[in-house]
């Protein structure tokens, strides 16, 4: 059963995931359409039946930005970086005991550095202390992968469960590198990643 249904703009485009009965709603409303439903599951209420949605778009386009200019959270950092230490690599499951993952300033606050995303990193407890106030270059210690902006979709998307259906529809808009990272929030939530091995064909508009 779908837990949560798709919601796409006027244009088509993801927005985010709403309750089902927020989704109902809507579309009770007047202020969605379904775009897919559940097979063989239909919703009944007193004065009317229909189709259980996994996928509906608004009928007015509302204007959403490209990139979102938030505070950083380490709940987004970490998916940004995989959830691996941007010094020494290793992934938050190997990581001992005690170890955890932190949010490291590669140029440090207290010698000019800001909280941007530009300038903020995963990094194991270990490698952040061994940094401490120190730039890369006085160290030697360089992130593996340099420090960039989240796509928005990962903000309005938080973590949720995509079915293979769904699915489509971000891989559409968004490619398969932004889907593979909401994909990794999921699973490191402990939800069971879609099935999206094979590439179904774009959404029809």
């Not at 902006?149 to 490619?175: C, D, K, M, N």
Request: with cysteine; aromatic share 6%; net charge positive.
């Amino acid at each position: 059963m779908i837990l949560g249904c798709l919601a796409l703009n006027a244009s088509f485009e993801p927005l985010t995931m709403v309750p089902m009965r927020r989704a109902l709603r809507l579309v009770i409303d007047g202020k969605a359409e379904i775009v897919e439903a559940e097979q063989d599951k239909l919703v009944r209420s007193e004065r009317l039946t229909m189709p259980r949605p996994a996928v509906i778009r608004l009928t007015k386009f509302i204007h959403v930005p490209r990139r979102f200019r938030r505070q950083v959270t380490n709940t987004f950092l970490f998916a940004r970086d995989h959830y691996r230490c941007q010094y020494c690599g290793r992934p938050s499951i190997e990581l001992k005991p005690r170890e955890a993952l932190t949010r490291d300033h590669v140029i440090p606050i207290s010698r000019g550095g800001t909280n941007d995303w530009t300038n903020v990193v995963t990094a194991c407890s270990p490698c952040n202390t061994r940094k401490g106030n120190r730039l890369p270059h006085e160290i030697g210690m360089h992130p593996i992968t340099h420090p960039v902006e989240p796509h928005f979709v990962h903000l309005s998307w938080a973590v949720r469960r995509l079915t293979t259906t769904q699915a489509r529809y971000i891989r559409t808009f968004y490619g398969d590198t932004i889907l593979h990272q909401l994909e990794a929030l999921e699973h490191r939530h402990g939800h069971r990643p879609p099935e999206v091995s094979e590439h179904p064909g774009a959404a029809t508009a």
